[in-house]
Nanobody
Framework: QVQLAESGGGSVQAGGSLRLSCVAS????????MDWYRQLPGKQREMVAT???????NYADSVKGRFTISKDSAKNTVYLQMNSLKPEDTAVYYC?????????WGQGTQVTVTS
């Protein structure tokens, strides 16, 4: 089973930027949609961005125009570039590989945005 490892989280002031990375243990991009989710304490995970095998992307309304998802197949890595960060973006961010009805999750990385 593929393993996913997120990195790049941290603490940043509002208006700042972070880039999250998610490295897969093998190349899965041809068959899997790659998703970024986030979760606040006590809340359900919400989809932030997704990228299909063909490269089509989709974003939550709350991050459109600020976040960009991309992937580098040669590095088995998916990125989430986050700009103009807001305190409400504070959450644990997870990447997931989704194929049909099955998702594999990473361990998550904390993003904290201070005002």
């Amino acid at each position: 089973q593929v393993q996913l490892a997120e990195s790049g989280g941290g603490s940043v002031q509002a208006g700042g930027s972070l880039r999250l990375s998610c490295v897969a243990s093998r190349n899965i991009f041809k068959l899997n949609d790659m998703d970024w989710y986030r979760q606040l304490p006590g809340k359900q995970r919400e989809m932030v961005a997704t990228i299909a095998p063909g490269g089509a992307t989709n974003y939550a309304d709350s991050v459109k125009g600020r976040f960009t998802i991309s992937k580098d197949s040669a590095k088995n890595t998916v990125y989430l570039q986050m700009n103009s960060l807001k305190p409400e973006d504070t959450a644990v961010y997870y990447c997931a590989a989704r194929h049909l009805l099955t998702s594999t999750w990473g361990q998550g990385t904390q993003v904290t945005v201070t005002s």
